[in-house]
């Protein structure tokens, strides 16, 4: 199994996803964010990484398929999360 910053270094979206979620990344805020998406519960990065990998696959294959389910603002919820959340895997394995 992948390690979540390898997986998220994986990931290709359409360019706009990417550019709307990048808005976001400066102000992202994990405290107010990972718990309207994965729900009370103290996750770190890692963990965190992980979850919002799942669900954002969840999104994808809605987007793809064309499901009336999908919401674009929900994957750029996502996408931000997982931006947020490989910044902090990153400075972890650079300390």
Do not use: C, N, W
């Amino acid at each position: 199994m992948q390690d979540p910053l390898s997986r998220i270094d994986a990931l290709k979206r359409p360019p706009l996803l990417i550019e709307a979620a990048r808005f976001g990344i400066d102000g992202y805020d994990r405290t107010r964010l990972l718990p309207r998406l994965l729900g009370a519960g103290a996750f770190g990065p890692a963990r965190a990484a992980t979850a919002l990998l799942d669900r954002e696959a969840e999104l994808e294959a809605r987007r793809r398929s064309g499901s009336g389910e999908y919401r674009p603002s929900r994957h750029v919820e996502l996408i931000v999360a997982l931006m947020g959340e490989a910044r902090l895997l990153r400075a972890k394995r650079l300390s």
